[in-house]
């Protein structure tokens, strides 16, 4: 009774198009068109829809979706979340034909971002075709990892346990000059973070979205097909003390990053919490 992976997250952009050709150009998704809803809908697999891109002046991060084993177990853990004190609603036939499942239900974390137990995913009939040759790791891992703003810590870290997840280990550091912050990183399956938590009152609620690549020839090219295209590289190539992740970090045209990386560990039973001061074993320099 908990979530399964990060299977599609909603994307309130300012300009649609833009983000649609930096996605394809230089991150290697493919435009699966519009959804029911009018979004723009991008794949990453051959599940139906990863990303919606929807019209907003928001330029941020407007939903999670976490895929569930099936009707039955959104249910219980919907139940459970009520009997917490959560208001929770099934979702709206619209939303799931937007979304491309079966149905779910919908509620809010302590700090209002909308989530959502989805499943029924629909698989698309035709198998992906990246327009760069890309190979995104996905499959039981789901969709990537996002990091996002949490004004309590520990509440965060109470409140995604409850659905599931799991603390995979903490890094304590100086973010800047002044500015120490400890983030938790938290799994729900066998990626080493699908949800990681950083208490700090930023003005967006997304930090940054990873998608995960299968070698480092896949990550050096889309680095420099970023800058080709103009794209400040926000953190250059560098290696993560916890996931061990080979990655770079580029801007994107709302405003909010996106993590492209490689050779990210993954977690077992056996998992122990570590603690680590610094973000990088090596690189990831800011411009």
Not at 116 to 131: D, I, T, W
């Amino acid at each position: 009774m908990s979530v399964q992976s990060l299977s599609y997250l909603g994307l309130n952009v300012a300009d649609v198009a833009a983000w649609r050709r930096f996605a394809t150009e230089v991150l290697g998704m493919q435009d699966a068109g519009a959804g029911p809803g009018g979004q723009t809908t991008l794949r990453l697999d051959d599940q139906a829809a990863r990303i919606m891109l929807h019209a907003s002046p928001a330029d941020d991060l407007g939903y999670l979706g976490f895929d569930m084993a099936d009707a039955g177990t959104a249910l219980a853990l919907a139940m459970s979340l009520q009997a917490g004190g959560i208001q929770v609603r099934p979702m709206r036939s619209d939303e799931a034909d937007a979304r491309g499942c079966g149905g779910g239900y919908v509620f809010s974390d302590p700090d209002g971002l909308q989530l959502e137990l989805a499943y029924g995913m629909q698989r698309a009939e035709n198998g992906f075709k990246s327009p760069r040759a890309v190979t995104f790791v996905t499959g039981d891992q789901g969709l990537g990892h996002v990091v996002v703003a949490t004004s309590d810590l520990e509440r965060g870290i109470d409140f995604y346990g409850a659905i599931g997840f799991r603390v995979s280990d903490f890094i304590e550091t100086e973010l800047a000059p002044g500015m120490r912050v400890k983030l938790a990183f938290l799994h729900c399956n066998a990626r080493h973070h699908t949800l990681a938590l950083l208490p700090l009152p930023t003005p967006k609620r997304l930090n940054h979205l990873m998608v995960q690549v299968e070698t480092s020839d896949m990550v050096l090219a889309a680095y420099y097909r970023a800058q080709k295209a103009n794209h400040q590289i926000v953190r250059h190539m560098g290696r993560h003390t916890n996931d061990m992740m080979l990655s770079f970090y580029t801007d994107t045209p709302a405003g909010f990053h996106v993590e492209y990386g490689c050779d990210a560990v993954t977690v077992g039973e056996d998992w122990t919490v570590g603690h680590h001061d610094a973000i990088s074993i090596w690189g990831h320099e800011g411009s």
